[in-house]
């Protein structure tokens, strides 16, 4: 049975950080290409971050330079540290686990709220 348990959303303040976790059970971890994808009321789900198995990695332009997805693979963890936030990073996110067309697994998703 796949899992994949996000976990560190929360409410911050404009310009705070915080890091989301995302630990999967029940694939290989390492040879998935892990991503970051957000929701925000209203608005389709968009990619934030996305690494592969090789640890290359793309983003949105709208968080280059100040979020950073990180994968763990000896926890089977991937990371989205995420700095100087704005409000319009208020979402829900979720960690979604792809495999070459075979497999694309997602988890329950975590909110991150970002307000004065």
């Known amino acids: 049975q796949v899992q994949l348990v996000e976990s560190g959303g929360g409410l911050v303040h404009p310009g705070g950080s915080l890091r989301l976790s995302c630990a999967a059970s029940?694939?290989?971890?390492?040879?998935?290409?892990m991503g970051w994808y957000r929701q925000a009321p209203g608005k389709q789900r968009e990619l934030v971050a996305r690494i592969i198995s090789d640890g290359r990695t793309n983003y949105a332009d709208s968080v280059k330079g100040r979020f950073t997805i990180s994968r763990d693979n000896a926890k089977n963890t991937v990371y989205l540290q995420m700095n100087s936030l704005k409000p319009e990073d208020t979402a829900v996110y979720y960690c979604?686990?792809?495999?070459?067309?075979?497999?694309?697994?997602w988890g329950q998703g975590t909110q991150v709220t970002v307000s004065s």
């Open positions: 029940g694939i290989i971890f390492s040879i998935y290409a």
């Open positions: 979604n686990a792809y495999y070459s067309g075979i497999s694309d697994y």
